[in-house]
């Protein structure tokens, strides 16, 4: 049961995204990623707001917290994820590893995606770079 109500919420944080993109790009062109950042900082608020409230709240339901949070957040944007694991580390006083989970997460992403658009190139390219 915990698979499909996740599975319903990243649909609704996925078209949620999408609708984000769309409009940002109409409102703002598209030579910056405003929409990302948007999508980003947004699902980081909502983050905090869901985490402080089932903070406060405990009595909340469980499946509540996976619907929104790994659903429809997760469909809506990781780095809101990525964002509170950081700040539960530094809450937690280990500073020194939410710094070291933030420049990783970082440096291993832009080099995964950079890594991944090699391959693709190689791959789709015949070799060429």
Known sequence: MNYLIVFLGAGIGGAGRHGVNVLSARLFGTGFP????????LGCLVMGLIAGAF???G????????????GILG???TFSAFSL???LLWERGEVGLAALYVGASVIFSLLAVAAGLILSRYMLAGGAM
């Open 59 to 70: 009595h909340l339901p469980q499946e509540l917290r996976l619907f929104l949070t790994t």
């Open 85 to 87: 694991d950081a700040a």
């Open 55 to 57: 903070a406060f709240r």
């Open 75 to 77: 469909g809506f944007t």
């Open 34 to 41: 405003a929409g990302t950042l948007v999508i980003n900082v």
